[in-house]
Protein backbone atom coordinates (compact mmCIF):
# COMPACT_ATOMS: atom_id res chain seq x y z
CA UNK A 1 0.00 0.00 0.00
CA UNK A 2 2.99 2.31 0.81
CA UNK A 3 4.43 1.70 -2.61
CA UNK A 4 1.27 2.39 -4.49
CA UNK A 5 0.81 5.96 -2.42
CA UNK A 6 4.87 6.07 -3.11
CA UNK A 7 4.12 5.81 -7.12
CA UNK A 8 1.13 7.97 -7.13
CA UNK A 9 2.89 10.97 -5.71
CA UNK A 10 5.72 10.43 -7.49
CA UNK A 11 4.59 10.24 -10.56
CA UNK A 12 1.88 13.71 -9.82
CA UNK A 13 5.17 15.96 -8.22
CA UNK A 14 7.90 14.84 -10.48
CA UNK A 15 8.79 17.32 -13.25
CA UNK A 16 7.73 20.01 -10.92
CA UNK A 17 9.46 23.71 -11.00
CA UNK A 18 8.98 24.24 -7.47
CA UNK A 19 12.37 23.72 -5.68
CA UNK A 20 10.70 22.60 -2.58
CA UNK A 21 7.99 19.84 -4.47
CA UNK A 22 11.50 18.61 -5.76
CA UNK A 23 13.52 18.35 -2.36
CA UNK A 24 10.11 16.43 -1.44
CA UNK A 25 10.01 13.65 -3.82
CA UNK A 26 14.12 13.09 -3.50
CA UNK A 27 13.13 12.98 0.69
CA UNK A 28 10.40 10.42 -0.39
CA UNK A 29 12.68 8.16 -2.77
CA UNK A 30 15.37 8.04 0.04
CA UNK A 31 12.76 7.16 2.79
CA UNK A 32 11.33 4.58 1.11
CA UNK A 33 14.69 3.15 0.11
CA UNK A 34 15.71 3.46 3.65
CA UNK A 35 12.45 1.54 5.22
CA UNK A 36 12.64 -0.90 2.45
CA UNK A 37 16.37 -2.10 2.74
CA UNK A 38 16.35 -4.50 5.43
CA UNK A 39 13.50 -6.49 3.86
CA UNK A 40 14.96 -6.52 0.80
CA UNK A 41 18.15 -7.47 2.62
CA UNK A 42 16.87 -10.57 4.49
CA UNK A 43 15.08 -11.55 1.16
CA UNK A 44 17.77 -11.65 -0.70
CA UNK A 45 20.58 -12.83 1.59
CA UNK A 46 18.57 -14.35 4.72
CA UNK A 47 18.47 -13.74 8.01
CA UNK A 48 21.00 -16.64 8.47
CA UNK A 49 24.26 -14.46 8.02
CA UNK A 50 23.08 -12.04 10.60
CA UNK A 51 23.30 -15.02 12.93
CA UNK A 52 26.78 -16.15 12.02
CA UNK A 53 28.31 -12.55 12.07
CA UNK A 54 26.93 -12.37 15.81
CA UNK A 55 28.58 -15.41 16.78
CA UNK A 56 32.12 -14.47 15.12
CA UNK A 57 32.00 -11.20 16.96
CA UNK A 58 31.38 -13.45 20.36
CA UNK A 59 33.90 -15.37 19.96
CA UNK A 60 36.64 -12.61 18.29
CA UNK A 61 35.89 -10.88 21.98
CA UNK A 62 36.67 -13.57 23.79
CA UNK A 63 40.08 -14.52 22.22
CA UNK A 64 43.17 -13.81 24.71
CA UNK A 65 45.55 -11.93 22.79
CA UNK A 66 49.52 -11.61 23.43
CA UNK A 67 51.77 -8.49 22.31
CA UNK A 68 55.43 -9.31 22.02
CA UNK A 69 57.84 -6.80 21.05
CA UNK A 70 59.26 -7.95 17.61
Known amino acids: MLFVVYVLVQTRLQGSELLILN???????????VALWFPLDALFFGLLSYDINSDSYKRASQMQLKIEPA
Open 23 to 33: LMVEGLDILIW
